[in-house]
């Protein structure tokens, strides 16, 4: 880090995929760099910085936001799930499982963005109807699949969660 | 059916596990020791000289490593089909986001800051924005005459028909400009010093175009310059020639300071800055007898290309010849041309070309069949090609080719007859018109022409002791399933389990030239390779006496092992050579255009309201035959994702340009298709094997492009009698349109 | 990320009065759920430094029902909103305005109190507010107390981006009068038209309620977005609907269409161009009268 250019740092902490973290970070730095570079779990991606594509989507207390619009100094004390924080070990989540039959993933680049929020839905809707599930996911943009396979894979996500 | 086939089974995504954990690394997941970050300082204006550049103050430039022109040692050009294109411009500015600059800083933030205070002085000079102006050659941008390139194709004898004609009909057609969209940013990483070379790292459909890109730019010898796909966010095009300037940039910049440097684009950055599909217009002169047959086409065909030739001669080409689409028509003319505007070079991008001259020409024919007082389906099914008849280039169709019978299954499980009906009669009482509409096309698998043949491809595949195969390509895996679907090909050719496969990473040092990853020839002439390499790897252990010709994945891996202890080495290459009967004039572009086509029929079903004048596809048919489908699943989200970005071509994605600038340069501003936006997209496959394909298959990438926005126009006339002849159709338009009392 | 990070700042506060304190003293400004700041502050347009972010003040969050008000906290956001019963049943323009705002990401971290005071004439929840005539609560700190003023959101927009929040204030409740109900003979309508169906800004934005005695319209009320520098209420419009006959609409609508395009003063811009949306705001205006006419409720 150049000596020309140095941000206030103010402490946070918080729980990632069940870990606490504490660190020091410029109290406006986006949470989605606090996760890449910081913590280095880059299964959050970034695809467009404006709260628009859904690529860097991690759950924070519950709910689904995008990571690039959180100032880091809003997530203390947080409790946070990445993509990283979906599979149990080598076991992979159902709705992992589904994606991974039903073909919901090509580039990979909005899949864990998607992932997260199919999970969201699920968690409060566990039986989306087919317009639930495009509502549902309709912050998460795609461009390799239409998003039919990946409809097909939430609607199979919830038969096997049951 | 033997156990281990693979190909025609939906066998899962070879890398998808890592997709779904998060694990699978992107370049800018990648950071490199002592590594610095880089950005690009771009002119403002479209066209000018360069006149001085200053660093103001306000940030510590000693720190920064400052990459102008004049520190290229090697040519400052990008090595593709011309030498026009610098990777940094000198003294002439020819677009708005043109590179002047190259900064780098370990602080990225501070690097943002110092952009901004790098000054461009220039002089302006008058520019040129559109094929008109282009054309009209008030202003010469470009060569002599702002033509990159220019073709004709004459079939017959045009000029006797219209006399002949029962009808001569007119029209013109115009398409704009789309951005790839791919939701990962172009990126690179690079290491360069003169010991070591040059190594990059990052988002590329096509390793071996930047690997040639490199060499002239630093002037080094071809095995100094190594180039590594790492995992791609993406690519549609997008991907196949701009990464090329990343690279030299990236690579300008670690050569300077001696330091890893990592580029990474912003999203607005990526949309203004790369590459677009070329804008076109098109028109149509179409001569026809009373009962509904062909007999003349004129077409007049020009894309704009932006400020440098880069690729657009070849999407000219690829246009040109699908510009007549599936139809037979004795007499034919095409005059097309590429030409400069002071816009960033247009690129590639799904289709090619394709989409746009498929556009005019599925509009016209239902034009042509409406003035006619035919049905759509009918005048078509008057004029198809089968086998035995010839295409606008003279190829003679060998193989067997029912463009009827698609046409009826398409229209079948669409219910296209009954829902004509039903909208004709409901219509005139809701503000929300239906409409039902289609388009007939085809797509040419593979590199155009001779293209192929001088391409001479190589695919190798090579085993270890333990029996693992290993497929060296350096066609990459971008989403579109390069990895399994070459996995399912040799293991069926080995008749090994599918998980005993695993393709290598595409890196320059470790794999061969396996072409481009684009012209949908992945698997119809890549896999092709693969098989046959295969097929040679095998024979080696059966030559080798290692190997009985029935055998298990246990005798396979003891066999592996024997060869390898006396060997040293297991492997086999696969080079390209091309099917008999395939000849091409390149001089009168007439001959063979391709090995083989994919056909389609595609209806569009669309709700059009008169309140907003927005229009939304309720449901879509893509019906293909595309030889054999190799695997289910990834085919059906190949076609799915390529209408997805056909009905955005058709209805969303507007590409604002301001004084050759695009001002809508933001996911916000610039709409893809969400979730809501796509209702329902069925996919339906027949299958006729192509005999030089892998298993029977032909090229499948870019045929969903062609489609969806001529069969969503038909269906909004259908809908609403306006006859809108351009994409996108913004609601704007179409109001605009309904306004002017244009209906039938 | 464009913005110069070192040159920016941001402190919490433990409470409303702290944060009230901090305001006061002009240097910093409230930061609320971050959803428009964010992307300014990413695309490098984010001009002022100092910010508080107030999103942890519990106290400016939630929905309370009184028997004349809801009363909603500022930092309420679009799903709280969706969730809460009292809004479902009485204020579907809300809902509707809360679930078509982004996408579920947006609407966990968009805040109602947000929406206002980042004074988008594009914002998707000014037009409900507007038809719902909501009172805002501004508060400040004056020597160490909270002082609070109440003021019409009708009169909240001065000009574009411009409202009557003064520096060290902050917009504590949006409070909407309980008065529109279905069983009070209102008939509600919200749409939001922005060609695509979710992640959209609007190109113009129309809530409306009226009431219809027989088939008369007793009383109207229209609010816009993205047609004027400010969400406007269509006040000569409402007048030219009072009284009116559904019966005889046909005879009277173009002149209502040509009264709704008299007040208001759309723009070209890059999302669409004042042509479309003079057109459509007619079209939905007319709509709205021929599910008055038809009886329909929503």
């Known amino acids: 880090m150049s000596k020309s250019s140095v941000a206030k740092r103010v402490p946070v902490s918080f729980t990632v995929n069940g870990k606490s973290h504490s660190l020091e970070a410029p109290a406006m730095a ?46 203390q004390g947080a409790k946070i799930t990445t993509i990283e924080g979906v599979a149990q070990g080598d076991v992979l989540h159902p709705v992992q499982k589904a994606f991974l039959e039903c073909g919901g993933a090509q580039c990979g680049i909005c899949t864990p963005g998607m992932v997260l929020a199919s999970l969201s839905l699920l968690e409060k809707n566990p039986n989306p109807t087919r317009d639930e599930i495009r509502e549902g996911l309709a912050g998460n943009l795609c461009r390799c699949t239409g998003y039919m396979k990946i409809f097909d894979s939430v609607a199979r996500a919830c038969g096997s969660q049951q | ?27 800018d997941d990648l950071t490199f020791p002592n590594m610095l970050h880089g950005v690009t300082v771009r ?151 003169p010991q070591d070379g040059v190594t990059v ?31 791609t966010g993406g690519g549609f095009g997008g991907k196949e020639e701009y990464p090329t300037l990343l690279a030299g940039h990236a690579a300008l910049l670690a050569w300077k300071s001696g330091r890893p440097v990592k580029m990474i684009y912003d999203r607005a950055e990526d949309m ?46 690829r246009g040109t010849i699908h510009s007549a689409g599936p139809y037979f028509c004795p007499h034919v003319r095409v005059i097309s041309r590429a030409v400069a505007t002071n816009s960033p070079p247009h690129g590639a991008f799904r289709g090619f070309g394709a989409p746009q001259s498929l556009f005019a020409l599925e509009r016209h024919m239902d034009h042509v069949a409406r003035e006619l007082g035919l049905e759509p389906d009918e005048f078509r099914r008057r004029n198809f090609l089968r086998e035995g008849l010839t295409t606008a280039t003279s190829q003679l169709i060998r193989e067997k080719v029912d463009l009827s019978g698609l046409l009826d299954h398409a229209l079948e499980k669409s219910d296209y007859h009954a829902k004509r009906e039903r909208f004709a009669r409901e219509n005139p009482g809701s503000s929300v018109k239906k409409g039902i509409g289609f388009a007939t096309f085809l797509h040419g698998g593979g590199f155009t022409g001779s293209g192929e043949k001088t391409l001479a491809s190589v695919v190798g595949v090579e085993a270890t002791p333990h029996g693992q195969v290993r497929v060296l390509a350096a066609s990459t895996e971008i989403g579109q399933g390069t990895n399994t679907i070459f996995s399912q090909i040799a293991a069926d050719a080995l008749k090994l389990p599918y998980e005993q496969l695993e393709v290598a990473q595409p890196d320059t040092a470790h794999v061969p030239n396996s072409g481009p990853t684009v012209a949908s020839r992945t698997v119809m002439v890549v896999g092709k390779l693969v098989e046959t390499a295969a097929v040679a790897l095998r024979d080696l252990l059966i030559g080798a006496g290692l190997l009985p010709a029935e055998y298990s994945p246990e005798q396979f891996r003891q066999a592996c092992a024997g060869y390898i202890e006396k060997f040293g080495q297991l492997r086999a290459n696969s080079q390209y050579k091309q099917p008999p009967n395939i000849e091409w004039d390149d001089e009168k572009y007439q001959g063979d255009a391709y090995g083989a086509f994919s056909w389609a029929v595609y209806v569009a079903e669309v709700s059009v309201d008169t309140v907003t004048w927005e229009t939304h596809v309720d449901d879509f048919v893509a019906l293909q035959e595309v030889g054999r489908v190799m695997n289910p699943i990834l085919a059906a989200g190949q076609i799915e994702g390529g209408v997805a970005q056909g009905i955005g071509y058709a209805l969303y994605e507007n590409v604002v340009w301001k004084d050759g600038r695009m001002a809508n340069g933001q996911m916000t501003n610039y709409i893809m298709p969400t979730s809501m936006d796509l209702a329902s997209i069925r996919v339906f496959f027949e299958e006729n094997p192509y005999s030089y394909g892998p298993s029977g298959a032909k090229g499948i990438g870019e045929l969903p492009l062609d489609g969806p926005a001529p069969a969503i126009l038909n269906a909004v006339e259908n809908a609403t009698g306006l006859k809108v002849r351009k994409i996108p159709l913004m609601p704007e338009v179409l109001m605009q349109e309904a306004k002017r009392g244009a209906h039938v | 990320m464009r913005a110069y990070l070192p040159d920016y700042e941001m402190i919490t506060a433990p409470s409303l009065q702290g944060a009230l304190e901090v305001l006061a003293r002009g240097e910093f400004r409230p930061f609320a759920g ?47 909103i969706q969730r809460d019963a009292t809004v479902q049943a009485e204020f579907p323009l809300l809902i509707e305005a809360a679930r078509l705002t982004g996408a579920i990401a947006i609407q966990n ?46 009169d909240f927009h001065t000009g574009y981006k411009s409202t009557l929040l003064k520096k060290g204030e902050l917009l504590r409740t949006i409070r909407l009068p309980r008065t529109l109900g279905a069983e009070k003979g209102w008939v509600q309508h919200y749409r939001k038209v922005g060609t695509r169906k979710a992640q959209a800004i609007s190109k113009i934005c129309i809530a409306a309620a009226a009431r219809v005695e ?24 409402e007048a030219y609907l009072r009284g009116k006959d559904l019966g005889l609409a046909a005879s009277w609508m173009g002149e209502a269409r040509a009264v709704i395009a008299s007040e208001i003063s759309p723009i070209d811009d890059i999302r669409s161009n004042a042509d479309y949306r003079r057109g459509v705001t007619q079209n939905l205006l007319e709509e709205f009268v021929k599910k008055l006419s038809s009886g329909s409720t929503r």
Not at chain 2, 82 to 105: R, S, T, Y
Not at chain 2, 202 to 228: A, D, T, W
Not at chain 2, 296 to 315: H, Q, R
């Open chain 2, 43 to 193: 002119s403002s204006i479209p066209r000018g000289r360069i006149k001085k550049i200053h660093f103001e103050h306000g940030v510590p430039w000693g720190e920064f490593t400052i990459v102008k022109a004049s520190d290229i040692q090697g040519s400052n050009h990008v090595a593709l089909i011309l030498k026009d294109q610098p990777f940094l411009a000198e003294e002439l500015i020819n677009h708005c986001e043109e590179a002047v600059v190259l900064l780098a800083h370990p602080d990225k933030h501070l690097l943002e800051k110092a952009r901004k205070l790098v000054g461009i002085e220039t002089d302006p000079l008058p520019p040129v924005f559109t094929i008109e102006e282009a054309l009209a050659g008030k202003q010469i941008i470009w060569g002599a005459d702002n033509v990159f390139k220019a073709y004709r194709v004459e079939k017959g004898d045009l000029d006797s028909v219209w006399a002949k004609a029962d009808r001569v009909i007119e029209a013109e057609y115009e398409t704009g400009a789309q951005e790839q969209l791919y939701i990962e940013n172009n990126g690179m990483i690079a290491v360069a010093n």
């Open chain 3, 34 to 80: 971050g959803t428009d700041l964010m992307v300014l502050f990413e695309a490098g347009k984010l001009s002022h430094h100092k910010w508080l972010s107030i999103w942890g003040l519990d106290e400016l969050r939630g929905i309370r029902v009184e028997a004349a008000h809801i009363a909603m906290g500022a930092l309420t956001t679009y799903s709280q």
């Open chain 3, 109 to 154: 971290r968009g805040t109602l109190g947000g929406n206002i005071v980042n004074a988008s004439p594009a914002a998707d929840s000014p037009p409900a507010l507007l038809v719902y005539e909501a009172e805002l609560e501004l508060v400040s700190c004056v020597g160490g107390k909270i002082v609070s003023r109440w003021v019409s959101y009708r």
């Open chain 2, 272 to 317: 203004v800055a790369t590459t677009k599909r070329h804008p076109s217009r098109t028109r149509h002169r179409t001569a026809v007898s009373k009962d509904g047959k062909l007999i003349g086409m004129e077409i007049e065909f020009n894309i704009d290309g932006g400020a440098y030739a880069t690729l657009s001669s070849v999407v000219l080409s």
């Open chain 2, 1 to 27: 059916m033997r156990q281990t086939q693979t190909v025609g089974r939906s066998v899962q995504r070879k890398e998808g596990r890592e997709k779904l954990t998060g694990q699978a690394r992107y370049v």
């Open chain 3, 214 to 237: 027989g088939a008369k319209i007793t009383d109207a009320r229209i609010a816009l977005g993205s047609v004027a520098p400010v969400p406007m209420r269509c006040l000569k419009t």
């Open chain 2, 201 to 231: 790292w990052g988002s590329m459909q096509c390793p071996y175009y930047v690997h040639k890109g490199l060499l002239p730019l630093f002037n080094l010898p071809q095995e100094k310059i190594r180039v590594i796909q790492t995992e």
């Open chain 1, 30 to 75: 986006r949470l989605l760099d606090v996760i890449r570079e910081d913590i280095q779990l880059t299964g959050t991606k970034e695809g467009c910085g404006e709260g628009e594509c859904g690529a860097c989507s991690v759950i924070l207390n519950g709910e689904l936001v995008n990571s690039c619009l959180v100032p880091v100094i809003q997530a």
